[in-house]
């Protein structure tokens, strides 16, 4: 069983910068897909980026690609999502997620079986 915990989420001001990081642990083997996701009050939850761990290709949503970048360091079963130049538009529930099957794009939440409990993020203006 593979379980996934998020971590580095907190409150910053406009134009600050948080680096979330996720672990996978457990029967990891080596999930094709990491995704992190994020739902903010009262909306759907939303993909942010994610990233095919084999061939280390990455993709954003839309607007997020010029501030925010996701990584790995498959050393330690760490993925990480640095973001820069926060707004309050940026507060939510960031969640990791994985996918055993090839072809991590398009970021649906449906396409992706495992998730963490979330990280709390709090852009304050």
């Known amino acids: 069983q593979v379980s996934l915990v998020e971590s580095g989420g907190g409150s910053v001001q406009a134009g600050g910068s948080l680096t979330l990081s996720c672990v996978a642990s457990?029967?990891?083997?080596?999930?094709?897909?990491v995704g992190w996701f994020r739902q903010a009050p009262g909306k759907e939850r939303q993909g942010v980026a994610a990233?095919?761990?084999?061939?280390?290709?990455?993709v954003y949503a839309p607007s997020m690609e010029d501030r925010f970048t996701i990584s790995q360091d498959n050393a330690k079963n760490m993925t990480y999502l640095l973001m820069n130049n926060l707004t309050p538009e940026d507060t939510a529930v960031y969640y990791c997620?994985?996918?055993?099957?090839?072809?991590?794009?398009?970021?649906?939440?449906?396409?992706?079986?495992?998730w963490g409990q979330g990280t709390h993020v709090t852009v304050s203006s």
């Open positions: 457990g029967n990891t083997g080596s999930p094709r897909c």
């Open positions: 990233i095919d761990t084999p061939l280390k290709q990455t």
């Open positions: 997620a994985t996918r055993d099957q090839p072809f991590c794009f398009p970021l649906l939440r449906n396409r992706y079986n495992r």
